[in-house]
């Protein structure tokens, strides 16, 4: 019986090897000298594989991965991963056509992105007040973003709290680590590197539960209704400041490189079920579990 995507590893990420197929079985190779040595993936139960610096994949191998229904993303050299799904396999209609009434409806779009700010708010108190070497306590920050939140008469007003919300996160961070710093995409010091490659991540886990429930990624309910992907990054907020806002500050601080990061980020997307909260909260809308009456609430 095949696995749930629900219940599925979140992300498997690999370097320096290649993926191939042996014997009906995915596994990559690493090669030491002369030595070559084989290792099981288990494709029926990874949801993303992510290639990194120093890997191939067969054709055969790419087949095996897309019969289970797996992304594939590259992303060697710390640049923008480039995810890859097989198009061969058709989607269930069922959630589109539960989706699309709801995108249609601005009364529907807002209460959804509401109650996603209230669950990325209390995501991020629990992960940072566990986490090794973070153990930040940010209600009060979290409750004033969800008075804010409840009190948006729109969708740029909940967008207004959040950029509010961010910048609250990022001077706590630089507090506690003690250092000086500025969210710009693209910049070239580390902390803001591994927070661009690091977002990727949760990205790709946001692409890949819309791609299993058949939903397109242009029918957001919070970012503008023109940018291309616009869901997938309304859905990697509920986990990205959780799981990877924390990590970047604290691998630099640690002097972590690239690869260290990523394996810390993935291993706390991992931890808080990353992939499963995104499936619930994506059903949950879906079936008409968020009312549009309800308010975030401090």
Same mark, same amino acid.
């Given at each position: 019986?095949?696995?749930?995507?629900?219940?599925?590893?979140?992300?498997?990420?690999? &370097?320096?090897?290649?993926?191939?197929?042996?014997? =009906?079985?995915?596994?990559?190779?690493?090669?030491? /000298?002369?030595?070559?040595?084989?290792?099981?993936?288990?494709?029926?139960?990874?949801?993303?594989?992510?290639?990194? #610096?120093?890997?191939?994949?067969?054709?055969? %191998?790419?087949?095996?991965? %897309?019969?289970?229904?797996?992304?594939?993303?590259?992303?060697?050299?710390?640049?923008?991963?480039?995810?890859?799904?097989?198009?061969? /396999?058709?989607? &269930?209609? &069922?959630?589109?056509?539960?989706?699309?009434?709801?995108?249609?409806n601005p009364v529907s779009r807002l209460a959804i992105a509401k109650h996603w700010q209230k669950v990325r708010a209390e995501l991020v108190c629990k992960?940072? @007040?566990? !986490?090794?070497?973070?153990?930040?306590?940010?209600? =009060?920050?979290?409750?004033?973003?969800?008075?804010?939140?409840?009190?948006?008469? $729109?969708?740029?007003?909940? !967008?207004?709290? =959040?950029?509010?919300?961010?910048?609250? @996160?990022?001077?706590? @961070? *630089?507090?506690?680590? *003690?250092?000086?710093?500025?969210?710009?995409?693209?910049?070239? $010091?580390?902390?803001?590197?591994?927070?661009?490659?690091?977002?990727?991540?949760?990205?790709?886990?946001?692409?890949?539960? !819309?791609?299993?429930?058949?939903? #397109?990624?242009?029918?957001?309910?919070?970012?503008?209704?023109?940018?291309?992907?616009?869901?997938?990054?309304?859905?990697? $907020?509920?986990?990205?400041?959780?799981?990877?806002?924390?990590?970047?500050?604290?691998?630099?601080?640690?002097?972590?490189? =690239?690869?260290?990061?990523?394996?810390?980020?993935?291993?706390?997307?991992? &931890?808080?079920?990353?992939?499963?909260?995104?499936?619930?909260?994506?059903?949950?809308?879906?079936?008409?579990?968020?009312?549009?009456?309800?308010?975030?609430?401090?």
């Amino acid at each position: 019986m095949p696995i749930l995507p629900t219940h599925k590893t979140t992300i498997e990420y690999l &370097e320096h090897c290649r993926v191939q197929a042996a014997d =009906e079985r995915l596994v990559y190779v690493k090669r030491k /000298e002369a030595l070559e040595q084989h290792f099981a993936i288990p494709y029926g139960n990874t949801s993303v594989l992510l290639l990194g #610096p120093g890997t191939s994949i067969t054709q055969q %191998a790419a087949r095996l991965a %897309a019969s289970q229904g797996m992304l594939i993303g590259f992303c060697a050299g710390g640049a923008t991963p480039i995810y890859l799904a097989a198009l061969n /396999e058709y989607r &269930e209609p &069922e959630y589109l056509q539960k989706w699309y009434p709801l995108w249609e409806n601005p009364v529907s779009r807002l209460a959804i992105a509401k109650h996603w700010q209230k669950v990325r708010a209390e995501l991020v108190c629990k992960v940072w @007040l566990k !986490l090794d070497g973070v153990e930040i306590n940010c209600r =009060e920050i979290a409750d004033n973003f969800l008075a804010r939140v409840a009190a948006a008469a $729109d969708t740029q007003g909940v !967008l207004i709290a =959040e950029a509010w919300f961010a910048k609250q @996160l990022y001077a706590l @961070l *630089s507090r506690h680590f *003690s250092t000086q710093f500025t969210r710009q995409p693209k910049a070239l $010091d580390l902390t803001n590197q591994f927070l661009d490659n690091g977002n990727y991540l949760a990205y790709g886990l946001a692409a890949c539960s !819309l791609w299993i429930l058949g939903i #397109p990624h242009s029918l957001p309910v919070l970012h503008g209704k023109t940018r291309r992907g616009a869901l997938v990054f309304d859905l990697a $907020d509920l986990v990205k400041d959780a799981a990877i806002m924390p990590n970047a500050f604290l691998a630099v601080a640690n002097k972590e490189n =690239e690869s260290q990061f990523r394996r810390r980020a993935l291993a706390t997307l991992d &931890e808080i079920k990353a992939l499963k909260c995104l499936f619930a909260e994506l059903t949950a809308a879906c079936n008409g579990d968020i009312n549009p009456t309800d308010q975030p609430s401090a």
